[in-house]
Nanobody, 124 residues
Framework: EVQLVESGGGLVQAGGSLRLSCAAS????????IGWFRQDPGKEREAVSC????????VYLDSVKGRFTISSDIAKNTEYLQMNSLKPEDTAVYYC?????????????????WGQGTQFTVSS
């Protein structure tokens, strides 16, 4: 059974840091791109970042560039989203997702598997 499980959400003060984890089971990262998405209530889900087993990594959102970084632990089949200098506008539910092949920023439905999401709130 394929599963993606996010963890690391919670409450953090503005300016603080948080690391989200996405643990995958039932498949390996070799053939999949792993994306991070976020969604605020009433808003569309937006792509935050993506990484591929080729070593390609990118952070899509201009608002988080320089503050968010992504990394992978292939041995643990886990993807991380390190978030620094957090702002209240970063508050959202964050999801990780996997798609076979390539990253796809603008078509979240293209992703094959999704985690349940993890909420974190940045207080001002």
């Amino acid at each position: 059974e394929v599963q993606l499980v996010e963890s690391g959400g919670g409450l953090v003060q503005a300016g603080g840091s948080l690391r989200l984890s996405c643990a995958a089971s039932g498949f390996t990262f070799d053939d999949y791109a792993i994306g991070w998405f976020r969604q605020d209530p009433g808003k569309e889900r937006e792509a935050v970042s993506c990484s591929m087993s080729t070593g390609f990594r990118t952070v899509y959102l201009d608002s988080v560039k320089g503050r968010f970084t992504i990394s992978s632990d292939i041995a643990k089949n886990t993807e991380y989203l390190q978030m620094n200098s957090l702002k209240p506008e970063d508050t959202a539910v964050y999801y990780c997702a996997a798609v076979q092949g390539f990253c796809n920023r603008y078509r979240p439905p293209a992703y094959d598997y999704w985690g349940q999401g993890t909420q974190f709130t940045v207080s001002s």
